[in-house]
């Protein structure tokens, strides 16, 4: 074994991991302020990618085309939210985690219909000669997941740490009750939680679609997937869903280039059964602990 | 002019009447105490006030208008705010963060700009977090801004939910028991606090089982027993009822 060859597993691992922490966030945003699973998180993912690859098939700049389809799904995720999630609000939340799935079904099913089963390409962001760290290669491509989605992640921290917004969210996760009496509202929140969280989708499956090429059922793996990193984070913290994403990441990388690719898919979610069974709260996670 | 009006409300869980047509009023600038024994229906009338718990029927006005029913958020966008007997803080959350949660809603730019639109993002945050140290000088607990909400001694972290209420700027509070497990130097500055609150503009609905305190700074008192209004009147006239020393006071209070 070179190291050569761990180290090119790790870039991809690293690659994988920013796409799961990316989608982890998302699934982790809504559980941590409204207490809903959204199974439609890879239906997002997916759109996002769809929607930018048409664009630029259409002629739209790169550039132009993710703007334009990060706020589209965003919008999408809003639309789904008032539509879908407020009305079953009262609801318990095992009937929430099915209409979530039967809605992501759905949005497959009409996403069949519009894109049909072939895949859509996307140019990579940048041309040019792949890097070499190491001994390893990394595509440009690789590179700009990577910063892109540590962007993302900085930019969301800011955003819970430093605006009161931020704040009023997490006020909101932690007691529901007092920040209603701050003059908080729970539904607006998770309005904003929704549309934050597609957005976040959204981005993920534009910055994985020049490696892997976008298809209608892309979200559905992308989904679990960063389900799987959001509950090894524990679900409820986002430096987790973040850790989370990238050690799913190198695990399955390592697993794929060490054992078989075939296995890839298994490893993470015998991960998932190993943390469900082991360590329900997750490894960030305290025992026990109220949802926060 | 009367700020908040209660007439007729009653409120039932299963069999029991938590509240029986209890009937007060509140005026500007008052500070106004309920007491009675435990299980007479004050913390379920502050819930009802607050939105918390809805009425089964009679009416809650405030400002003549009727705010019975409505959700938590909207009487606190109206300005009433609460606290709570048993703390609910922001826990996870550092002190000052605990306030400014408190202070959000009188920023001048809605709750989304501030969120998103970078380049007003500091000045507001900024003067959001001024006006928190304000509110917790107010209380008296500067310097401790930065520590965790779940680390302050039992009676700071009561401070901190007035602090945090205050930052809002409310017209009405409700204070819930603040004095609960306060030790008589604390008790007092409370009551010097919660004395001072109507020059501020704030009216003050309190709940409170320290007498001494209730007598201190209440203008006027309503007492309640098992859900119903018994008496109400001055401190001195509820001081020499018969009927409210023997429901509650006991002989040996005074």
Not at chain 1, 66 to 80: E, Y
Not at chain 2, 20 to 28: I, L, P
Not at chain 2, 135 to 153: D, F, I, R, T
Not at chain 2, 229 to 254: C, H, M, R, W
Request: hydrophobic share 50%; proline share 4%.
């Amino acid at each position: 074994m070179h190291i050569n060859e761990l180290m090119q597993f790790l870039l991809t691992g690293l690659t994988l991991g920013g796409i799961y922490a990316l989608i982890a966030l998302g699934f982790v945003t809504i559980y941590t302020v409204t207490g809903h699973i959204n199974f439609t998180q890879g239906e997002f993912v997916m759109l996002g990618a769809l929607i930018t690859a048409s664009m630029v098939k259409g002629g739209t700049g790169l550039w132009a085309a993710i703007i334009a389809s990060i706020l589209l799904v965003g919008l999408f995720g809003a639309l789904f939210e008032r539509a879908v999630i407020y009305p079953a609000r009262n609801s318990p939340v095992v009937t929430v985690i099915i209409i979530t799935i039967g809605f992501s079904v759905a949005v497959r099913g009409v996403a069949l219909l519009i894109w049909g089963t072939q895949s859509y390409p996307l140019p990579s962001f940048s041309s040019g000669e792949p890097l070499y760290v190491l001994g390893a290669t990394m595509n440009k491509q690789s590179v700009w997941v990577l910063c892109l989605s540590l962007l993302a992640v900085s930019l969301l921290f800011a955003f819970f740490e430093r605006t009161v917004m931020g704040k009023a969210l997490k006020a909101c996760a932690i007691n529901r009750v007092a920040a209603r009496l701050m003059g908080i509202s729970p539904q607006r929140m998770s309005l904003f939680c929704f549309t934050l969280s597609a957005m976040l989708g959204a981005l993920a499956g534009i910055v994985i679609t020049p490696t892997t090429t976008a298809t209608y059922d892309m979200g559905l793996m992308l989904g679990l997937k960063g389900f799987v990193a959001a509950v090894l984070g524990g679900l409820t913290s986002t430096t987790g869903a973040v850790l989370g994403g990238f050690l799913l990441g190198i695990l399955e990388a390592m697993g794929a280039g060490l054992i078989s690719s075939g296995y890839k898919d298994a490893i993470s979610f015998l991960i998932l059964l190993l943390v469900l069974l082991k360590r329900p709260e997750g490894l960030l996670g305290k025992p026990d602990g109220k949802r926060v | 002019m009367t700020l908040l009006g209660v007439n007729r409300l009653t409120r039932h869980f299963g069999g029991v009447t938590a509240v029986n047509f209890v009937d007060f009023h509140v005026e500007q600038g008052e500070i106004v105490a309920i007491i009675g024994p435990n299980g007479a229906g004050k913390t379920t009338l502050f819930n009802l006030i607050s939105g918390v718990v809805s009425p089964d029927s009679g009416s809650i006005t405030y400002k003549g208008a009727e705010i019975g029913g409505l959700t938590p958020e909207k009487i606190a966008a109206l300005g009433i705010t609460r606290t709570f007997q048993n703390l609910q803080l922001f826990r996870n959350m550092s002190v000052v963060e605990n306030v400014m949660v408190g202070a959000h809603r009188r920023g001048k730019k809605g709750m989304l700009q501030a969120g998103l639109r970078w380049p007003g993002v500091a000045a507001e945050e900024k003067s959001i977090y001024s006006r928190a140290m304000s509110s917790l000088e107010l209380v008296g607990l500067p310097g401790k801004e930065n520590y965790p909400a779940e680390v302050l001694p039992y009676g700071e972290q009561r401070l901190l939910e007035i602090a945090r209420a205050m930052a809002m700027e409310p017209e009405l509070i409700l204070l819930d028991e603040p004095a609960a497990g306060m030790n008589q130097g604390e008790t007092n500055r409370l009551g010097e606090l919660v004395a001072g609150l109507p020059d501020m503009g704030t009216t003050v609905l309190l709940v409170e089982h320290n007498m001494e305190m209730v007598m201190t700074v209440a203008h006027r008192i309503v007492v309640l027993d098992h859900g119903s209004k018994l008496a109400e009147g001055t401190p001195e006239d509820i001081q020499n009822d018969a009927q409210v020393i023997s429901a509650y006071l006991g002989e040996e209070v005074f």
